[in-house]
């Protein structure tokens, strides 16, 4: 059975930090790109951060740069978002994915909830 799954997220106050894993399970992880999402309330799903299958940035987007960090770590089938300096416009649902590329399935994670509020 195919398995991402999000954990980490939570309340925290502006300028706090945060590190959400995804661990994937069912497939063969390391052939993945992977990437974070998020959705803001009320907004459309973005592309937050994307690395390739050996941990290399693709995209970031403009509004994180700077204050996110990204890990992979193949052997555990892991990938971290390390967030920093967060602000309240970072309040979403964050979701990792992995993107087959067209060659192989695509698979989501459920999602954790991020909080930034004081």
């Known amino acids: 059975q195919v398995q991402l799954v999000e954990s980490g997220g939570g309340l925290v106050q502006p300028g706090g930090s945060l590190r959400l894993s995804c661990v994937g399970s069912?497939?063969?992880?390391?052939?993945?790109?992977i990437g974070w999402y998020r959705q803001c309330p009320g907004k459309e799903r973005e592309l937050v951060v994307e690395?390739?299958?050996?941990?290399?940035?693709?995209k970031i987007a403009d509004s994180v740069m700077g204050r996110f960090t990204i890990l992979r770590d193949n052997a555990q089938n892991t990938i971290f978002l390390q967030m920093k300096s967060l602000k309240p416009d970072d309040t979403a649902v964050y979701y990792c994915?992995?993107?087959?590329?067209?060659?192989?399935?695509?698979?989501w994670g459920q999602g954790t909830q991020v909080t930034v509020s004081s």
């Open positions: 994915k992995a993107d087959g590329q067209s060659s192989l399935p695509d698979y």
């Open positions: 069912g497939f063969t992880f390391r052939r993945y790109a």
């Open positions: 690395v390739t299958n050996s941990g290399d940035i693709t």
